[in-house]
């Protein structure tokens, strides 16, 4: 009995340790600033990152000469239906906090373990826009086109497609208004792949400031000020 006390507490205390090490990484390492790559060509493409508090997202033009969003993310798929938004924002994340999880008091021990640990998978939330405003909450960036080009292909590797290369709709009320849509996304979450990560990495794919990585908005938004 004793030794299998002993067991339990250093399993205990284990986890206490890696929880507390994951803490001070997820504080230290985005402090660590990735810089913007110098460029001379001209930054013709504007784009945004926007946080709910929690979340960032990456915000884009609907449509430019390198791609028209509304031809995949189609504006049908919306309960509002318009057909003319400006901007289209994207955000990666843990499927079930996204369709399970409208409100924290929501959230289910069983939703946070299996997104904390790669057990469950993931969607694509796509938000329509008339306009963006600046603030705290929303910055704003310029991008060349080659920049573009790159965002473009990493946000779309993201997405799952059917065999006619179409973006795989989720069928649900759990969206957030009547200009959003979910799909499906590769890749797992995770407390180390979290939804800020994947907006992270976009940045770095865009050649824009970043942090070296970071679980948070914070971590992205601390580069923006």
């Keep these: 009995m004793k030794k299998i006390l002993i067991k339990v507490l250093k399993m205990i205390g284990l986890i206490i340790g890696a929880v507390f090490l ?14 913007a790559e ?12 926007l946080t709910n508090g929690v979340h960032t997202d990456i915000v884009v ?6 791609i028209d ?19 289209t924002s994207f955000g ?3 499927k079930g906090f996204y369709l399970d999880t409208p409100t924290w008091a929501d959230l289910k021990f069983s939703t946070a373990f299996n997104a904390a640990f790669w057990l469950s998978d993931s969607a694509m939330h796509v938000t329509f826009y008339n306009t963006m405003k600046e603030g705290n909450d929303c910055k704003r960036m310029m991008l060349t086109e080659k920049q573009y080009k790159n965002l473009i292909a990493f946000i779309d590797k993201k997405f799952v497609k059917d065999t006619n290369g179409k973006y795989v709709l989720i069928p649900t009320d759990a969206v957030y208004g009547k200009d959003d849509a979910f799909y499906d996304a590769n890749g797992s979450y995770s407390f180390l792949y979290t939804c800020n990560t994947w907006a992270n990495n976009a940045l770095k794919a865009a050649g824009q400031k970043a942090a ?4 948070s908005d914070f971590g992205i938004f601390r580069h923006y000020k």
């Design 212 to 215: 070296l990585w970071s679980p």
């Design 61 to 66: 033009p609907t449509k430019t000469s390198h």
């Design 69 to 87: 969003w509304s031809t995949k993310i189609l504006y049908a798929n919306t309960k509002g239906k318009q057909t003319d938004f400006k901007y």
């Design 92 to 94: 990666w994340g843990d």
């Design 22 to 35: 994951y803490l001070i990484l997820a504080f230290l390492l985005p402090m660590i600033p990735v810089q």
């Design 38 to 49: 110098e460029t001379k060509n001209p930054k013709v493409v504007e784009v945004y990152i």
